[in-house]
């Protein structure tokens, strides 16, 4: 057996502790603004179908892969891919998979930030009644309000970002680990009162009906390959934010079971954002198709309506806040462990560091929403922001998901794979070897080839 090598950054404590801190990063902005929106904009059950699908095909394959390569490599991504390369005689190219990720990691989190701020601020803006009595218009007002006010967005962002940087810094154990050790558990149960509320709106069964009746002639062939998408960055899979973690893995957890905890949490925190926020939309008389601004511009009228609304809706953005928390922590982790292997940093400073060039990198995406969104501003039609998602979203994430695949089963010896899985040459890891190696790589593929435009 080789010997077991530990991250010079620690461990987690215990196997709980790393599938808490991986689900905090796959629970996010993803789950509880992206799902319900594009489930809306698809027609619903059909959609929620294929992207479960996607979820146990291209998902679950790919994490027990990134995992499995983090803890091998037990370092940041680029010198895991580095010493994995190495180690099985491939060539050095391979670490630029780590640099793509952690620039990826980088450029989300520029985003995610900026609209983090925003539950930030509807946080206070529930919390305090604004919404109370508001007509549609009143509420869309309130939004754009917002957006067009690059000094609050700015603030809002910079709060975020600080209460990003002061986790990060505080390390592993520290820091990433008591944070999701109390608020990953916290975020389920305000899910659950929410869902509690949310079957006595009167239109529960109607919400039910729409997530999980599927009717495939709502589907057009984008919204499968939206499905996959999805599936993909909801698992936070593809830039090493996942391979981070598993590096912090002790050696005798079972990346199998990890993975499917994980993958089998985010997916119900998404459900049961579904089955929270569409019950509202149903009750009363909002569209589910109304688009990214379905929680911000829809869910406060909602808020404003109903009975102890200021609560609910304060309780609702306060849940989303912690899920993006948990998750901008694991995007610039990667990073984080980086400077801190290869420039001789300190955790404080690295984090620092790294959390004032992201935030500084931010101010393109505030700007996209007031004095960059004209026309003079766009390049191909999009805002800074439109592009920065595309090119994360669409490309890096897949291109990299797509070679974590193929590292782990084409370039990577079978018998590591097999020692470092740790379940045996039996049929579960041919299974994933199976898929890992013709079925995620073309699905993947499909996806790619479809954000060029060639598909
Ligand atoms: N999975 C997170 C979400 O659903 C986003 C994320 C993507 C986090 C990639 C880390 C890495 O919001």
């Known amino acids: 057996m080789r010997p077991s090598r530990e991250a010079i950054h620690g461990q987690w404590s215990s196997r709980w502790a790393f599938v808490l801190a991986a689900t905090g990063s796959a629970v996010g902005l993803g789950n509880i603004w992206k799902f319900p929106y594009i489930t809306g904009e698809h027609g619903g059950g059909a959609f929620v179908l294929i992207y479960l699908a996607c979820i146990v095909l291209i998902g679950i394959?790919?994490?027990?892969?990134?995992?499995?390569?983090?803890?091998?490599?037990?370092?940041?991504?680029?010198?895991?891919?580095?010493?994995?390369?190495?180690?099985?005689?491939r060539h050095g190219f391979w670490r630029y998979l780590g640099w793509m990720g952690i620039l990826a990691g980088f450029l989300i989190l520029s985003y995610?930030?900026?609209?983090?701020g925003w539950a930030l601020a509807y946080l206070v803006r529930t919390g305090s009644g604004v919404f109370t009595g508001l007509t549609a218009d009143g509420v869309n007002n309130i939004f754009y309000s917002l957006v067009a006010d690059p000094e609050r967005l700015l603030a809002w962002h910079?709060?975020?970002?600080?209460?990003?940087?002061?986790?990060?810094?505080?390390?592993?154990?520290?820091?990433?680990e008591r944070a999701v050790r109390y608020l990953m558990p916290l975020l389920l149960v305000l899910l659950l009162v929410?869902?509690?509320?949310?079957?006595?709106?009167?239109?529960?069964?109607?919400?039910?009906?729409?997530?999980?009746?599927?009717?495939?002639?709502?589907?057009?062939?984008?919204?499968?390959?939206?499905?996959?998408?999805?599936?993909?960055?909801?698992?936070?899979?593809?830039?090493?934010?996942?391979?981070?973690?598993?590096?912090?893995?002790p050696r005798h957890?079972?990346?199998?079971r990890a993975t499917f905890t994980i993958a089998g949490a985010d997916t119900l925190v998404a459900l049961l954002a579904g089955m929270a926020i569409f019950p509202i939309v149903f009750a009363n008389g909002l569209t589910p198709g109304a688009g990214p601004g379905l929680i911000f511009q829809t869910l406060p009228?909602?808020?404003?309506?109903?009975?102890?609304g200021e609560f609910f809706g304060a309780l609702?953005?306060?849940?989303?806040?912690f899920a993006a928390w948990t998750s901008a922590i694991s995007l610039i982790e990667p990073l984080v462990a980086y400077l801190v292997e290869n420039m001789r940093m300190s955790r404080v400073m690295a984090a620092t560091l790294a959390g004032m060039v992201t935030w500084?990198?931010?101010?393109?995406?505030?700007?996209?929403?007031?004095?960059?969104?004209?026309?003079?501003?766009?390049?191909?039609?999009?805002?800074?922001?439109?592009?920065?998602?595309?090119?994360?979203?669409?490309?890096?994430?897949?291109?990299?998901?797509?070679?974590?695949?193929?590292?782990?089963?084409?370039?990577?010896?079978?018998?590591?794979?097999?020692s470092e899985l740790g379940i045996g040459d039996g049929r579960l890891y041919r299974a994933w070897r199976f898929v890992t190696r013709y079925i995620t790589p073309v699905a993947v593929s499909l996806i790619f080839l479809h954000a060029i435009g060639v598909l």
Do not use: C
């Open 158 to 176: 910079t709060l975020f970002m600080v209460m990003t940087m002061v986790v990060v810094a505080r390390g592993v154990r520290s820091g990433l």
């Open 194 to 249: 929410l869902v509690g509320y949310s079957m006595n709106t009167g239109a529960f069964q109607q919400a039910l009906v729409f997530l999980f009746s599927p009717d495939f002639s709502k589907l057009s062939p984008n919204s499968v390959l939206i499905a996959m998408g999805h599936a993909f960055f909801t698992l936070s899979l593809g830039m090493g934010a996942i391979m981070v973690y598993g590096s912090y893995l």
């Open 301 to 308: 009228i909602a808020f404003g309506r109903m009975p102890g």
């Open 360 to 418: 500084l990198f931010g101010l393109g995406t505030i700007f996209s929403f007031n004095i960059w969104s004209g026309d003079r501003y766009k390049l191909f039609g999009l805002t800074f922001f439109d592009l920065l998602d595309y090119l994360t979203v669409n490309i890096m994430l897949p291109l990299g998901g797509l070679l974590i695949a193929v590292f782990a089963v084409w370039a990577m010896r079978r018998e590591s794979s097999v």
């Open 61 to 89: 394959p790919i994490m027990m892969a990134e995992i499995m390569l983090g803890r091998r490599g037990r370092r940041s991504p680029i010198n895991t891919m580095r010493h994995l390369a190495q180690e099985e005689g």
């Open 253 to 256: 957890v079972s990346i199998t």
């Open 112 to 116: 995610y930030s900026v609209i983090a």
């Open 316 to 321: 609702f953005f306060l849940l989303l806040i």
